[in-house]
Each structure stands twice: as structure tokens, then as C-alpha cells.
């Protein structure tokens, strides 16, 4: 097995830059490397709680999921990456149902790479927050 970095610093850099400008959701990165452990579709799950309550974190979230997908295919593991409405129960269950049945090998890959992913957005946002943004919000 070789080492292979899947580009995680870079992609994490851009994300945290792509939302640092808008207030409180960099933050987000702390909830999101605390939500792994949790399982893949708690994690893809929370963009859609957010979205309706706080859309600019909710797409953080949805856009790290996106990124994330797009890593895990360059791992050789197909992730599901097609939109979901929140409010659409049938299309959620079906979603997380997917990932449930993704190959338990495969799930204990895409978590630790997820786990690498999230720490690369924390350390970001720990060098790119603004004053006055709480790593709480």
C-alpha cells in the first residue's frame, strides 16, 4: 500500500476560504471532525438540518459532503452524490440507506479519510478565522 495524500490540506484551505467571510461558519469545522465518529450519514445528514435553520452553514456542510465525494472517487470507493431535498423523507432514507450499505471496509476507509479531511478544515480555520469568530458558532 503507498501513501496517498488525495490533495485533503488543499481542498480543506479552499473550503474554509471559500465561507471565512461569512460569520460564524468556518466554526462549523470543529462540529464536523467531532460528528465522524458518528458514521458517514450523520455527517452528510447535518447539512440538511442546517440548511432550513442556518444556510450558510448548511452549505458548508453540503460543500465539504461534495468535496468529500469527490475524494473517496479518486480512492476508488462511489460515494452517492446526488442532491437530496430535506423534506423529502423517501429521498433521505434512501440517501442514508446507501451509505449504510456501502462495504464495511469501504466505510472504515472513507472515515478515516474523513477524519484526515475535517482535521486539515480545523487547523484552517484555526489560521483563518477572523476576530471575533467563536469556533462555537
Keep these: 500500500m503507498t501513501w496517498k495524500s488525495y490533495n485533503l490540506d488543499q481542498k480543506a484551505q479552499k473550503l474554509v476560504l471559500m465561507y471565512r467571510d461569512k460569520k460564524g461558519v468556518i466554526g462549523q469545522s470543529h462540529k464536523m471532525r467531532t460528528t465522524v465518529p458518528y458514521g458517514l450519514e450523520r455527517f452528510w445528514g447535518e447539512h440538511l438540518r442546517l440548511l432550513s435553520k442556518e444556510p450558510e452553514k448548511g ?3 453540503r460543500e465539504t459532503w461534495k468535496t468529500f465525494v469527490e475524494i473517496m472517487k ?3 470507493i462511489k460515494l452517492p452524490d446526488d442532491q437530496v431535498d430535506g423534506s ?3 429521498q433521505v432514507q434512501d440517501y442514508a440507506a446507501r451509505l449504510w450499505e456501502l462495504d464495511i ?7 478515516a479519510i474523513l477524519t484526515q479531511f475535517c482535521d486539515s478544515l480545523v487547523w484552517w480555520t484555526q489560521r483563518y478565522k477572523k476576530a471575533g469568530d467563536s469556533d462555537a458558532e
Aim: glycine share 6%; aromatic share 12%; proline share 0%.
Design 59 to 61: 452549505k458548508y456542510w
Design 74 to 76: 479518486q480512492a476508488g
Design 105 to 111: 471496509e469501504d466505510q472504515r476507509i472513507c472515515l
Design 88 to 90: 423529502n423523507t423517501r
